[in-house]
């Protein structure tokens, strides 16, 4: 075979169906932008569903594309697997050529047999295939495809079988139809078994055989009942796993040996002292396992996944973590991920150049991940062993709802909490615990009703065409006269007329009105018509550049084919600009403060105000705070121009325009620069100088995700309004602390927290005396031969109760101590158990869980010291009566 590695094979793809005409469609993003049932892309088809099915028109009816895919959620969760398989993978490259109502079952066969044998070089003897057979679906045996195959090799290499190995379906119902796999044999010929009788071929778990592209032919609609109809148009979808060609053509025996992966073992081999070229047999698994999931990792956080607590986020953090866990164990003590996933961006740069273009972005949020990773594990461990020495002895199952505990308080990996206890001989049932995850974090919201949703998208859908006969007219004016209506949607459907009270969604012709997108608000105002008049309350963008008017009809009949003026709201708008301009002033402020690891996550840009998310691993300084501001309303007071520009991507990403972080650009732009230096690509409004944004104010920052923060700031009048309600709390301050003037507020304060410290030391001394002074002696019980201390005690400060805890501990000398307290409608259990006791003959943490359930709580802790709480206060009495029972039960008395 020709000597070509990977990153060859994926350009020797693309160009030999670009040479056989094929527009050459880049990969879109691993997270979905038209499929809501979808975790990530997990096939090549995925961006061209709503093509295939019609909702969707392109202009090409061929196209070929390299797919980045990832599979680790869901059904295709085989997480577990990965690293100790050749061939299991999170992502992994999709090559794949699909026609769309143009060539067939003819062409698509030749062109791939001939790309492997000749364009890849692999020999021909050394390949099977199999078609349909006509069972398991009602389609008929594919006779075509097989006799199309008979022309390229022999038919006794050719296999049929049924619809579970040899049928592709969208789902229940819709487009379907057979598909014909390409396999490779690994030997020197592929034998000749296809007409044997028995078990024989690709389709039998036999792992002589290894599956290389699929050539899926949707000819079929499947109806209700299972019946099938030709479709009009056939289409083709096919798709070929790069790191299994690149197996066979560079002659590795895993994917892991090949030039995708084999750097990146490599790479995690030399972090970790060990020579890149030993092979260490099944202790190749760790380093294995890093090089997969620094691929997955990197793409992700480029396709805008930050690793967090729900959904993609989950996914990845369970990657990451999972990645970091295997290098402690092959002893990478010291953070080590951020450099795998250097390699990554250096080994697949050139192809994917936006993994490049955020480069700082990846390397900060993967060293803030493992960083806290870290932590984590040392946090999480010692509650961990503490939950594991409360069970009781013979457990067998550790409860799913501790497990929760963990993750949910620690952020622990639910699967690690699984490896732990397989190895302390006890089972956990880890769907339960991700069952019980999910309800927490979803707050029993239910499922989302999509039936009615769906409806309306299918009527925008038929009206898709419109946008090419519209304008969208608001960049240079905010008012349009003479404005033909195309459409008119009532209740979800299209309606000729709508009166008085109807809420309606217009389409017209010309519309100076901006629809929501890129976080901008959409407009309002008003549709003025012979005797008509419509309220805009919204304007909105459902599919491609169709705009929509939402509103409410208010005085006569509105008609479809109407003409009419359209007015939008001028004060509205202008605050709307004022607020947009200063989210890129703002961000080209983060980036100079904070570094070029910034990028935007999102934005709220709305008449009152702006929200900007963006990447960002710790809180904001003060000085920071203050520095940004400044560097804004410098950029105000500069007053320059504001200038808008199309241009081709490449040319805007030349001069230095900043996108949103994962999103997806056509290939003309819209660039808006503020001044020099803020340059970003953008389909908003804007003002016309800096200047007009008036004043700049922050008014909150806090963290959202893992990774990710949220600035809310203020222009113009708000901004002013926001200055003036500061300073009149500054000034009341002044007046309540009895200050001269504001700069004596800070010492004022300080004084008055420092005055109310010390009384509360005295405070909490003065209750530990009375918890512990004489009278204590008379409670005490001899259970067992072990004496007990069982009391109620008015003690609010968990730090006094446990102080009271220790000093009746001491003073009991060998025993144990239970001591009760209600504070804000929550009671307080805690148990402190002398040493010579202490996990021999009396667990804490066991003795107060019994006792919790008294006051509807639970806690533990440790063997010599334990609390619980719970919101049953009028059961501490009989926790603190049931305590001599509890622990005679435990010791056995």
């Avoid at 910034?598 to 009152?608: C, I, R």
Wanted: charged share 25%.
């Amino acid at each position: 075979m020709e000597s070509l590695n990977a990153h060859a094979i994926r350009r020797r793809f693309l160009k030999y169906f670009a040479d056989h005409g094929h527009a050459v469609v880049p990969s879109s993003s691993l997270v979905p932008d038209n499929d809501p049932t979808l975790l990530f892309t997990n096939a090549g088809m995925v961006q061209f569903k709503d093509v295939f099915v019609g909702r969707d028109h392109r202009p090409y009816s061929r196209a070929t594309s390299v797919q980045r895919c990832l599979r680790a959620g869901g059904k295709h969760n085989d997480l577990d697997n990965v690293g100790f398989t050749p061939r299991h993978h999170t992502f992994f490259e999709m090559l794949g050529n699909f026609s769309f109502g143009d060539y067939f079952k003819a062409d698509a066969i030749r062109w791939a047999w001939e790309l492997l044998t000749e364009g890849f070089g692999i020999p021909a003897d050394r390949l099977c295939v199999s078609v349909f057979n006509g069972q398991g679906e009602s389609a008929p045996f594919d006779q075509e495809a097989y006799e199309l195959w008979a022309e390229l090799i022999p038919r006794d290499r050719i296999y049929a079988f049924n619809a579970k190995e040899n049928f592709w379906q969208m789902g229940d119902t819709g487009p379907c139809g057979p598909c014909t796999e390409i396999h490779i044999f690994h030997g020197d010929k592929a034998p000749g078994d296809a007409n044997r009788e028995g078990r024989f071929g690709p389709a039998f778990e036999d792992k002589r055989y290894t599956e290389l592209w699929n050539l899926v032919f949707m000819q079929f609609e499947k109806l209700e009942g299972g019946s099938m109809i030709p479709l009009p148009r056939p289409s083709v979808d096919t798709g070929a796993g790069l790191e299994r060609i690149a197996a066979v053509v560079e002659g590795a025996t895993s994917n892991y040996g090949t030039s995708l992966l084999a750097p990146l073992v490599a790479r995690a081999k030399e972090l970790a002292g060990v020579d890149p070229s030993r092979d260490l047999g099944d202790g190749e698994c760790p380093y294995r396992v890093i090089a997969d999931h620094a691929r997955a990792t990197t793409f992700l956080i480029a396709d805008g996944v930050f690793p967090d607590r729900a959904g993609r986020s989950y996914v990845l953090r369970r990657i990451m973590r999972r990645a970091i866990r295997y290098g402690t164990s092959v002893g990478l003590d010291q953070p080590f991920f951020h450099e795998v996933c250097q390699k990554v961006i250096a080994d697949f740069g050139d192809d994917y150049p936006e993994i490049r273009e955020r480069a700082a972005t990846i390397d900060e949020v993967v060293r803030t991940e493992e960083e806290a990773f870290r932590r984590t594990l040392g946090r999480g461990l010692r509650r961990l062993e503490v939950a594991l020495g409360e069970l009781d002895e013979g457990a067998k199952i550790f409860p799913p709802a501790v497990a929760a505990d963990l993750y949910d308080t620690y952020g622990f990996p639910i699967d690690l909490t699984g490896v732990i206890c397989r190895e302390h001989g006890l089972q956990l049932d880890e769907p339960a615990v991700e069952g019980e995850v999910h309800r927490r974090q979803t707050h029993g919201d239910g499922d989302l009703q999509l039936g009615h949703d769906r409806r309306v998208a299918d009527v925008y859908f038929t009206l898709q065409d419109l946008a090419a006969r519209a304008s969208f007219l608001g960049y240079e004016a905010e008012a349009v006269d003479d404005a033909e209506l195309l459409a008119l949607i009532v209740d979800g459907a299209a309606a000729a007329e709508a009166g008085v009270g109807a809420e309606v969604e217009v389409v017209a012709d010309r519309t100076p009105f901006y629809a929501e997108s890129g976080g901008q608000v959409g407009d309002t105002g008003w549709l003025l018509g012979q005797g008509v008049k419509v309220e805009i309350c919204d304007t909105v963008k459902p599919t491609g550049d169709l705009h929509v008017h939402r509103g409410v009809v208010r005085e006569g009949t509105l008609r479809v084919g109407d003409r009419v003026r359209l007015e939008v709201d001028h004060a509205r708008r202008s605050a709307i600009r004022r607020n947009h301009s200063a989210t890129h002033l703002l961000h080209h402020a983060l980036r100079q403060v904070l570094g070029a690891h910034v990028v935007q996550k999102g934005s709220l840009v709305a008449p009152e105000r702006l929200r900007f998310d963006f990447s960002h691993g710790k809180p904001l300084s003060p000085a920071q705070r203050q520095e940004i501001e400044r560097l804004v309303n410098a950029a105000v007071l500069g007053n320059q121009a504001s200038s808008t520009r199309e241009m081709g991507l490449a040319e805007a990403k030349d001069a230095g325009a900043i996108g949103l972080f994962g999103e997806k650009y056509g290939d003309r732009v819209r660039v808006v620069a503020i001044g020099p230096e803020s340059v970003e690509l953008c389909g908003g409004t804007h003002v016309a100088r800096a200047g007009d944004i008036g004043l700049f104010t922050i008014v909150s920052e806090g963290g959202i995700a893992q990774g990710v923060r949220r600035i809310e700031a203020v222009t113009g009048m708000g901004a002013l309004e926001q200055v003036q309600r500061a300073q009149d709390v500054l000034s009341e301050a002044v007046g309540e602390l009895h200050a001269a003037n504001i700069g004596e507020i800070g010492d004022k304060i300080r004084r008055l927290l420092a005055d109310i410290k010390g009384r509360d030391r005295e405070i909490a001394e003065l209750q530990r005396k009375l918890t512990t002074g004489a009278g204590a002696a008379e409670t005490v019980l001899d259970v067992g031969g072990i004496k007990l201390l069982a009391k109620e005690v008015e003690v609010a400060d968990p730090k006094a109760l446990r102080d009271a805890a220790d000093a009746l501990r001491d003073r009991l000398g060998s025993g144990v101590v239970v001591l009760g307290a209600a504070d804000g409608g929550k009671a307080t259990l805690l148990v402190a158990v002398t040493k010579d006791l202490a996990g021999k003959r009396v667990h804490a943490g066991k003795l107060v869980g019994a006792l919790a359930a008294h006051v509807s709580g639970r806690g533990g802790g440790r063997p010599d010291l334990a609390q619980a709480g719970g919101g049953r206060v009028e059961g501490l009495g009989e926790a603190i009566r049931g305590a001599e029972a509890a622990l005679r039960e435990q010791i056995g008395a």
